[in-house]
């Protein structure tokens, strides 16, 4: 009976020393951040800033040599820099912990086709891989799950809860479905040709998709003598009230997927990937569609794609007048989204100005996902979720957060990886 005691005291103390760290309480006392340059995530940058907030929202944003009262505890932030909370938009976090453990993945459903289920009711607030996320500045999330043609839907959250109920900010905002390819190759592997070619599939399976929403704009205007959950799913995409986000690359496709989708009513529209959206870039600002770019660091998909494709998309949807944020899908993709603003970091190496850079991770992403009215640039009534940071929050170098607040609850920057690499530091120091 001791060695049971024991062995659960043991399990109890193991646990609690790896838990995630707490989340902050409210915000009791107003914070004024004064002398930092601040950088407020619609393309504007004012030097030497005074930024106050309390009980959660931001009350002032200007110069610090504005003649205003500065307002309870007052930080000295000069040669330092102040951003909004990055927004990691089309994010797996919190859905699954250990890829090789299957009673943590929780990201897929069986079938093709669920736009009712909720991502967000699997979403883990005690994730240690969401934990690491703050320490760089990516401070909320969309949600999102994957498989099949309609994976589900997305929540937002904020990084620093107890619980999904604690975290949301944004319940519900789309459904993301993924659209066909119109090519297809052999299994090289099984000695099949490699090669791309057409694939006689393809409207077969647009008109799988065509009729799965008609179907489901028939029934939401009928009787509804019987209740169907999928159906009654997609209602906020006829009326207006949700965005579909459409999973799709390569022109026709994209093509394909507004017209579509726009025959059928639907009116709020996002692209994610788009590969080649910048060959119908006058297709999406005709009809006001954003595009949610990859992660730059990759090989470019097609073999007739420039070398540096994937580094300057970016930038060439933004001239053409794309609204382009960034997005997370892919290898190590819950892993990687703590590298967020060095991607972001990336595409401003290859020409895209630094502060529209910065964008793609706090303004435009805030639009596409329907939340700038409370985050995602530095405006007095908006949620005090931004960050202090050493130097530029672009750069790995630069970006060393010193605080950062989540609806002006200082939280912890302390991870189970900050703990390691202090462990391990001090095994070093001389005597």
């Given at each position: 009976?001791?060695?049971?005691?024991?062995?659960?005291?043991?399990?109890?103390?193991?646990?609690?020393?790896?838990?995630?760290?707490?989340?902050?309480?409210?915000?009791?006392?107003?914070?004024?951040?004064?002398?930092?340059?601040?950088?407020?995530?619609?393309?504007?940058?004012?030097?030497?800033?005074?930024?106050?907030?309390?009980?959660?929202?931001?009350?002032?944003?200007?110069?610090?040599?504005?003649?205003?009262?500065?307002?309870?505890?007052?930080?000295?932030?000069?040669?330092?820099?102040?951003?909004?909370?990055?927004?990691?938009?089309?994010?797996?976090?919190?859905?699954?912990?250990?890829?090789?453990?299957?009673?943590?993945?929780?990201?897929?459903?069986?079938?093709?086709?669920?736009?009712?289920?909720?991502?967000?009711?699997?979403?883990?607030?005690?994730?240690?891989?969401?934990?690491?996320?703050?320490?760089?500045?990516?401070?909320?999330?969309?949600?999102?799950?994957?498989?099949?043609?309609?994976?589900?839907?997305?929540?937002?959250?904020?990084?620093?809860?107890?619980?999904?109920?604690?975290?949301?900010?944004?319940?519900?905002?789309?459904?993301?479905?993924?659209?066909?390819?119109?090519?297809?190759?052999?299994?090289?592997?099984?000695?099949?040709?490699?090669?791309?070619?057409?694939?006689?599939?393809?409207?077969?399976?647009?008109?799988?998709?065509?009729?799965?929403?008609?179907?489901?704009?028939?029934?939401?205007?009928?009787?509804?003598?019987?209740?169907?959950?999928?159906?009654?799913?997609?209602?906020?995409?006829?009326?207006?009230?949700?965005?579909?986000?459409?999973?799709?690359?390569?022109?026709?496709?994209?093509?394909?997927?507004?017209?579509?989708?726009?025959?059928?009513?639907?009116?709020?529209?996002?692209?994610?990937?788009?590969?080649?959206?910048?060959?119908?870039?006058?297709?999406?600002?005709?009809?006001?569609?954003?595009?949610?770019?990859?992660?730059?660091?990759?090989?470019?998909?097609?073999?007739?794609?420039?070398?540096?494709?994937?580094?300057?998309?970016?930038?060439v949807l933004t001239d053409k007048g794309v609204v382009v944020s960034l997005g997370m899908?892919?290898?190590?993709?819950?892993?990687?989204?703590?590298?967020?603003?060095?991607?972001?970091?990336?595409?401003?190496?290859?020409?895209?100005?630094?502060?529209?850079?910065?964008?793609?991770?706090?303004?435009?992403?805030?639009?596409?996902?329907?939340?700038?009215?409370?985050?995602?640039?530095?405006?007095?009534?908006?949620?005090?979720?931004?960050?202090?940071?050493?130097?530029?929050?672009?750069?790995?170098?630069?970006?060393?957060?010193?605080?950062?607040?989540?609806?002006?609850?200082?939280?912890?920057?302390?991870?189970?990886?900050?703990?390691?690499?202090?462990?391990?530091?001090?095994?070093?120091?001389?005597?």
């Amino acid at each position: 009976m001791k060695k049971i005691i024991y062995s659960l005291l043991f399990f109890f103390i193991v646990g609690n020393i790896n838990a995630q760290q707490t989340p902050a309480n409210k915000q009791s006392t107003a914070i004024s951040i004064e002398g930092a340059t601040a950088h407020l995530g619609n393309g504007k940058v004012i030097e030497n800033s005074l930024i106050m907030f309390n009980e959660g929202k931001l009350t002032f944003v200007g110069s610090a040599m504005a003649k205003i009262a500065r307002q309870g505890t007052i930080i000295d932030a000069k040669e330092h820099h102040v951003y909004p909370g990055f927004i990691a938009a089309n994010a797996t976090l919190g859905l699954v912990e250990i890829d090789a453990v299957k009673a943590s993945d929780d990201e897929d459903e069986i079938g093709p086709n669920n736009p009712h289920i909720r991502s967000l009711i699997a979403y883990n607030a005690e994730s240690k891989v969401v934990e690491s996320m703050r320490p760089n500045g990516v401070l909320m999330a969309q949600i999102t799950p994957r498989g099949g043609t309609f994976s589900g839907t997305s929540s937002i959250v904020q990084l620093d809860a107890w619980n999904w109920e604690d975290a949301a900010i944004k319940v519900d905002d789309a459904i993301h479905m993924n659209w066909p390819g119109s090519f297809t190759s052999g299994r090289w592997w099984l000695g099949e040709d490699p090669a791309l070619k057409a694939d006689p599939k393809y409207p077969a399976n647009i008109g799988n998709i065509k009729t799965y929403l008609t179907n489901a704009k028939n029934y939401l205007s009928g009787t509804k003598t019987k209740t169907h959950l999928p159906y009654e799913a997609t209602k906020g995409l006829f009326d207006g009230t949700q965005r579909l986000f459409i999973h799709v690359s390569g022109e026709r496709e994209i093509t394909d997927a507004i017209t579509i989708s726009k025959d059928l009513g639907i009116k709020n529209i996002v692209i994610v990937h788009g590969e080649g959206a910048e060959s119908v870039a006058d297709l999406l600002v005709k009809n006001n569609i954003p595009v949610v770019l990859d992660r730059p660091h990759r090989n470019p998909n097609s073999e007739d794609d420039a070398y540096d494709y994937t580094y300057t998309i970016a930038k060439v949807l933004t001239d053409k007048g794309v609204v382009v944020s960034l997005g997370m899908e892919g290898q190590m993709e819950r892993m990687n989204t703590r590298n967020l603003p060095f991607y972001a970091g990336t595409f401003a190496a290859h020409g895209l100005d630094k502060e529209v850079a910065l964008q793609l991770l706090t303004g435009n992403t805030a639009k596409i996902l329907g939340i700038d009215n409370m985050v995602g640039t530095l405006e007095v009534g908006k949620d005090a979720t931004l960050f202090i940071s050493k130097g530029d929050a672009l750069d790995m170098r630069g970006n060393q957060l010193t605080k950062a607040f989540i609806q002006g609850r200082d939280i912890s920057l302390e991870t189970h990886q900050t703990k390691l690499w202090k462990r391990y530091s001090n095994k070093y120091k001389t005597k």
